[in-house]
T-cell receptor, first 115, second 114 residues
Framework: AQKITQTQPGMFVQEKEAVTLDCTYD???????LFWYKQPSSGEMIFLIY??????QNATEGRYSLNFQKARKSANLVISASQLGDSAMYFC????????????FGKGTTLSVSS | GAGVSQSPSNKVTEKGKDVELRCDPI?????LYWYRQRLGQGLEFLIY????????KSGLPSDRFSAERTGESVSTLTIQRTQQEDSAVYLC????????????FGAGSRLTVL
């Protein structure tokens, strides 16, 4: 069974608008971590934000926030005030004790920001 | 070094040849990971090193794939008798240790098997 599901292959947004990228996950481990990475066309993976399963509050990092809904097993990334430089592929990932130390990645969502 | 360095950045080879891909992690990072990313796909985990040992090789797709790490630094991923389905970008990442939350990735090595 797929552990990380990203159902949106592509998303389009205009500059300065907010956008939500969806991610659902599957684990029976009560202790896990959720991650979002950005991959621009250059190919390098850039860490954006982390949410631990026991964290009481949703993680935020600048314009990025994670809408963590534990009961629904979803960890959506919200990007506020989109910029042209946000155009990239975005990957949701999870680490749990079954996966060990490895991050398990979803298939990604391509975000295109237009002016 | 300042970041994770991978070489070569691009490699074109003929089917059946062996290739070696190199990863230089961030100095002081004891954990090192190899991932494979096929065109338009997500990342597939290949292998994890903690120091020089590889406690998790579960992602290696076949016995043609092997990896080693020496001196808690450089790692080499070797693919023997390459096949066309091996064509992908191979990404290396490192972290302070295996429990660290943030992995720092290199720019990848793009392998094309003709």
């Amino acid at each position: 069974a797929q552990k990380i599901t990203q159902t949106q292959p592509g998303m389009f947004v205009q500059e300065k608008e907010a956008v939500t990228l969806d991610c659902t996950y599957d684990t029976s481990d009560p202790s896990y971590g959720l991650f979002w990475y950005k991959q621009p066309s250059s190919g390098e993976m850039i860490f954006l934000i982390y949410q631990g399963s026991y964290d009481q509050q949703n993680a935020t990092e600048g314009r990025y926030s994670l809408n963590f809904q534990k009961a629904r097993k979803s960890a959506n990334l919200v990007i506020s005030a989109s910029q042209l430089g946000d155009s990239a592929m975005y990957f949701c990932a999870m680490r749990d004790r079954q996966a060990g130390t490895a991050l398990i990645f979803g298939k990604g969502t391509t975000l295109s920001v237009s002016s | 070094g300042a970041g994770v360095s991978q070489s070569p950045s691009n490699k074109v080879t003929e089917k059946g040849k062996d290739v070696e891909l190199r990863c230089d992690p961030i100095s002081g990072h004891t954990a090192l990971y190899w991932y494979r990313q096929r065109l338009g796909q997500g990342l597939e985990f290949l292998i994890y090193f903690q120091g020089n040992s590889a406690p998790d090789k579960s992602g290696l797709p076949s016995d043609r794939f092997s990896a080693e790490r020496t001196g808690e630094s450089v790692s080499t991923l070797t693919i023997q008798r390459t096949q066309q389905e091996d064509s992908a970008v191979y990404l290396c990442a490192s972290s302070l240790d295996g429990r660290a939350n943030v992995l720092t990735f290199g720019a990848g090595s793009r392998l094309t098997v003709l």
